[in-house]
């Protein structure tokens, strides 16, 4: 039986501490390569996240403008000018309708 427990020699040892550190290398390599695709993925949410927001405020902005255009003011009495384009649009198609079945086609 070979005794298992000798010293290994200078040119085993050298190896060992050649693989030692190659191994090292890689493992150091993998460990930036996933810390590099975790940033890229933060980055993408984080711009996710601000466009999401920048829609969100759109779709606000865009709403605010429909109720004012829609709704009178607090301290005018006034018909709002969407009420205004939704009538004459109505009253322009009665009087269309209208003239046509007066005057026949």
Sequence with gaps: MADTTQALSDEERAELEALR???ARRE???AAAAERAELEALKAEA?????????????AEA??????MMEP?????SMPLGQKVVIVAVVGI???F???TV???
Excluded: P, S, W
Aim: proline share 0%; net charge negative.
């Design 73 to 77: 003011d607090e301290d005018d009495l």
């Design 21 to 23: 550190a190659e191994k």
């Design 63 to 68: 709403r605010e403008r429909g109720r004012k």
């Design 28 to 30: 150091q390599a993998q």
């Design 94 to 96: 009665a009087i269309i």
């Design 98 to 100: 209208i003239l046509m």
């Design 47 to 59: 711009a996710r996240t601000a466009e999401e927001a920048e829609h969100d405020r759109a779709i």
């Design 103 to 105: 005057f026949g086609h």
